[in-house]
């Protein structure tokens, strides 16, 4: 079986993942912020292409029930009710059973990309859950082999982000070592082998790869320093979101 990492969305378009079991990575900051609102109990995140359509979206919810979330430049949306920064959905009684539209610059987007190209349910990963996620990944893989395996970075403005290949080379390093345990290792195509070779060089330093980023420094150079050292933490939480199609909520790809 093939376990591939696409650095950009973009990529998506070039290799045909119909089929595969993919995850979907933005550390800095828009899956980071996904799974620690579900984590903090919001009963979905809705990732949405165009703040426009996160407004049309959380219309049809009272003020009780739904938020629009995300940032523009880093910054929270005028009239949204939170930004995108992972440290203002710790807290239940924001977000505890609320449907969350979000839209952010690069992650929101790159999550309904995936999905369209494997057109199938696909994981929402961090450094904060990318165990639970391996296992997801392994666990379906186990019970109906998919034609492949792949981690797909948001990127930034359509380019690479080391923080992303980073988190994706830890995935790759879970999915072919529980494997090749079993016997069944994967075969690593470039993207995988290079994601691996930067997860290898900065395990144990994620802070470090997220501050030595492009985005990491601009993050920290608006005031957003605490974010890289939440979004750093590696299983902070053991869930594997999933988005459907529609939403992103927690539960079995096959549910
Ligand atoms: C993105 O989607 O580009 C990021 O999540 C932006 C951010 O939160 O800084």
């Keep these: 079986m093939d376990l591939d990492v696409l650095f950009t969305p973009s990529c998506v378009g070039e290799l045909d ?4 079991r993919c995850a979907v990575v933005d550390v800095l900051r828009a899956t980071s912020t996904m799974v620690t ?12 292409v165009a703040i426009a359509e996160a407004k049309e979206g959380v219309a049809g919810y009272s003020r009780d029930s739904g938020l629009l979330g995300g940032e523009e430049r880093g910054e929270m949306i005028p009239g949204f009710d939170l930004g995108n920064s992972p440290l203002e959905y710790l ?3 924001v977000v505890g059973g609320k449907a969350i539209f979000s839209y952010t610059t690069n992650g929101t987007g ?3 990309v995936a999905h369209g190209g494997s057109g199938v349910p696909v994981y929402v990963a961090s450094l904060l859950n990318l165990s639970a996620v391996a296992s997801a990944m392994l666990e379906d893989a186990g019970a109906s082999p998919p034609r492949g395996l792949a981690v797909i970075c948001a990127g930034r403005y359509g380019r690479p982000c080391p923080e992303d290949i980073f988190c994706a080379g830890l995935i790759v390093e879970k999915l072919a070592g529980v494997s090749g345990e079993r016997g069944e290792r994967p075969h690593l195509r470039d993207g995988a082998q290079i994601a691996a070779g930067l997860a ?3 395990e144990s330093h994620s802070l470090d790869v997220l501050t030595s980023s492009e985005h990491g420094r601009f993050l920290e150079s608006i005031g957003f320093a605490e974010d890289l050292k939440f979004a750093s933490r590696v299983d902070e939480y053991p869930i594997a979101p999933v988005f459907d199609g529609e939403r992103v909520v927690l539960g079995r790809l096959d549910a």
């Design 17 to 20: 993942i119909r089929g595969w």
């Design 37 to 48: 609102a579900l984590a903090s109990g919001a009963a979905a995140v809705y990732p949405c």
């Design 91 to 93: 807290d239940g009684r």
């Design 110 to 112: 790159a999550i309904r």
């Design 200 to 202: 290898a060089a900065g």
